[in-house]
């Protein structure tokens, strides 16, 4: 199982980016997957989650719901996040997750068993 993330770099703020997770070695199209971000000091935090199946349903971060989106390619078993405006304080690196077991949209980072590198996001 590996998922590896792209597409993350250096921005000016009021840029966007969009975040690409690709699996292999596994087909995580039944069960959740989700993007976090960890910045230097903090705890990792959830920023948008989708379900697994054919709903798609997504739960994105209070917070963000307006500069967050999250997508998913299951025929290419393919995340994608896109962030709009930027600002400095969604600096961080940015990891990709798949769950073993679960279905649901979560944002709690404990229910993912499958993790990428992550890839990092600078906004300055």
């Known amino acids: 199982v590996q998922l590896v993330e792209s597409g993350g770099g250096s921005v000016q703020p009021g840029g966007s980016l969009r975040l690409s997770c690709a699996a292999s070695?596994?087909?995580?199209?039944?069960?959740?997957m989700g993007w976090f971000r960890q910045a230097p000091g903090k705890e990792r935090e959830g920023v948008a989650a989708?379900?697994?199946?054919?709903?798609?349903?997504?739960h994105v971060h209070d917070s963000e719901n307006d500069r967050f989106t999250i997508a998913r390619d299951n025929a290419k078993t393919t995340l994608i996040l896109r962030v709009n405006n930027l600002k400095p304080e969604d600096s961080a690196m940015y990891y990709c997750?798949?769950?073993?077991?679960?279905?649901?949209?979560?944002?709690?980072?404990?229910?993912?068993?499958?993790w990428g590198q992550g890839t990092q996001v600078t906004v300055s």
């Open positions: 997750a798949a769950s073993a077991w679960s279905s649901g949209a979560n944002l709690v980072p404990d229910l993912y068993t499958y």
């Open positions: 070695g596994y087909t995580p199209r039944r069960v959740g």
């Open positions: 989708i379900t697994g199946g054919a709903d798609r349903t997504t």
